[in-house]
């Protein structure tokens, strides 16, 4: 992800808004993404978010209870996703709770997953442009102009199946072809909008 631009109005928020709603009435490990990702009772992965981008993934699955390390190669996201953890810091409470569970790196994840040997990694590649609403497309624009388009997610994906050392899950949306040259999933998690590729490792 490479910057292609700024986007002085893109705020990444952990206390309020949809992130904190999510907190508060998401569904627990009953969630899509929980489940994708291998939470369930007696069972708490460890994950790396190997495109952490606004971070709202990694702070449900560390709500969750989950360690998740969030790896972001953008410097400029990188740094709004930092700004973010401090301030959800000082908030303290339940989110200087989540907090400590996270840890944010700046890097390039194909180099640096052979190197943490993860147990679940989670990708969510830019998407393929999609029919949203005006508020959604307008984040993803910002989004898309600080990280660009991740023309290298089928490279990235390679990576992550070789590391993980359980699953590694594709967040993709639900009618979108699969990722060319990856091999099919062991199952999905379909919801409305969204689907989560399950490619067991182990």
Known sequence: MSSTGSSPALRVDFTSGAVAHRLRFGGGRGQ???????????????????????????????????????????????????????????????????MARMVLIHGDSKELLPQLAPEAVLIDPMHPPSRKSALVKRELREVRAIVGSDEDAADLMRVALAAARKRVVLKWPAKADPIAGIRAPSHQILGKSTRYDVFMTG
């Open 32 to 98: 899509d993404l929980a489940k994708a990702m291998g939470l369930r009772r007696g069972n708490t992965p460890q994950i790396v978010d190997a495109t952490a981008g606004l971070g709202r993934d990694a702070f449900l699955l560390a709500s969750l209870g989950a360690e998740v390390t969030m790896i972001e190669r953008s410097a400029q996201m990188h740094a709004l996703l930092a700004e973010a953890m401090a301030r959800a810091v000082q908030e303290g409470g339940v989110f200087a709770e989540i």
